[in-house]
């Protein structure tokens, strides 16, 4: 899935977490639902587009990240034209080409634009226009005051202040 363990790197890289783009106009119940099958301990929100989702164990989350997600074809080799330095042996990111080992979707067939970095398309859901999952870093953290800017709040209200 493109997290090398034994790697300098991995020390950025939170195992047991899943971070999740696409949740605009999800909930936190949404989330959960989206995740049943596999029993997060939590979720972390970021932002309006964003959360992590918690497991106490890494392999909860790998499954996790297997289960409901695809691999997107094209983007590493993407991601390595627009950088060179990511072919460096000391990267987190391991590139494999092995198609026949898991499920994947064509970079091409992504209808939405795509954030930044090496991503996996998540399963569809009705309440998203697209998600996209990987492994959370220890740098994906709500900003201060991020409830301010919060365009679900605004929407649907802020379920802390009821």
């Known amino acids: 899935m493109g997290v090398l363990e034994e790697n300098d790197n991995s020390k950025y890289v939170r195992l047991n977490v ?3 783009r696409g949740t ?5 119940k949404d989330v959960f639902k989206y995740f049943e099958d596999y029993a997060p301990a939590s979720i972390e929100w970021i932002n309006d587009i964003s959360c992590n989702v918690v497991w ?16 997107i074809s094209g983007l590493s080799e993407k991601l390595q034209r ?3 330095e990511a072919a460096n ?3 987190l990111v391991n590139v494999e080409n092995n198609s026949a080992e898991e499920n994947m979707i ?19 859901y009705p309440k998203s226009k697209a998600i996209f999952l990987r ?28």
């Not at 605009?24 to 936190?28: I, K, V």
């Not at 909860?60 to 997600?69: E, F, K, N, T």
């Not at 064509?106 to 569809?124: E, H, M, N, S, Y």
């Open 106 to 124: 064509q970079l091409k067939d992504i209808q939405c634009p795509l954030p930044p970095g090496l991503w996996r398309k998540g399963v569809d």
């Open 18 to 20: 899943i971070h999740m």
């Open 89 to 91: 042996d000391n990267d």
């Open 56 to 71: 106490l164990d890494n392999i909860s989350a790998a499954r996790a990240l297997l289960g409901l997600s695809k691999r």
């Open 135 to 162: 492994f959370a870093m220890k740098s994906d953290k709500k900003q201060p005051r991020a409830e301010r800017m919060s365009e679900y709040y605004k929407k649907y209200g802020n379920p802390n202040f009821g």
């Open 24 to 28: 605009e106009d999800m909930s936190t």
């Open 82 to 84: 627009e950088n060179k």
